[in-house]
């Protein structure tokens, strides 16, 4: 359903540096750089194929974020989980909610941890136990 997952960021090298770290915990290299026609830069992690992108915003206006909005990252184990959140941590994201850990919900157990980016994104890692 989904191609790709672009967000803004207002530091695109803070957050080429935050994203290499913590997309590196799951297996993505380095990003594939773009700079448009206007001269901003876009950011791309291809994995499995997935896109996750990040971008200076090309209407000139600061990035923000949205209320609401939270970007799940899939994990293999509650280990890379707690990895996934350790790393986010010590690349200047913020742990928020519960600790790492598992959840009970209405899909079974998972195993989540809730960050934000340094520019203030919801991200998410998780695991569904088989």
Known sequence: MLNHIMIGSNDIERSRKFYNAVL???????PFEHVND????????????????VSEPINGKPANTANGFTIGFKCNSMEQV????????ANGGTSIEDPPGPREGSMGVMNLCYVTDPDGHKICGIHRPE
């Open 24 to 30: 590196g915990v799951l297996g993505a290299g380095e």
């Open 38 to 53: 206007t001269g901003h830069t876009r950011l791309f992690w291809n994995h499995n194929g997935d896109t996750f992108s």
């Open 82 to 89: 707690q990895e996934l959140h350790d790393v986010a941590i």
